[in-house]
């Protein structure tokens, strides 16, 4: 279930700085995101695929770890990115 070249480039738009800053924690945070809601719906069609709930709760500490990087070191862009996404602290 990756994302798609559109859906990722949409993504860099709204959150980066330009169109090639795909490194920028705010866009990652935003990709994974997306990432974990696509997982989240084939979870709940196929509750028994473990493999897939093992990825999910990885993906969910990465982003973790990225919003507690922001909270950090740029606080601003952390409430920007947690309001535009719909993420709860």
């Known amino acids: ?33 997306r990432r974990i809601k696509k997982l989240t719906s084939h979870l709940q069609a196929n509750p028994q695929d473990n493999s897939s709930r093992r990825g999910l709760l990885k993906l969910v500490g990465q982003r973790r770890r990225l919003l507690n990087y922001l909270i950090k070191h740029d606080l601003d862009a952390y409430r920007t990115v947690i309001t535009e996404l719909g993420l709860r602290k």
């Open 1 to 33: 279930m990756p994302l798609t070249k559109e859906e990722t480039q949409e993504m860099v738009n709204q959150f980066g700085e330009n169109e090639q800053d795909t490194g920028a924690p705010e866009v990652q945070v935003a990709l994974l995101t």
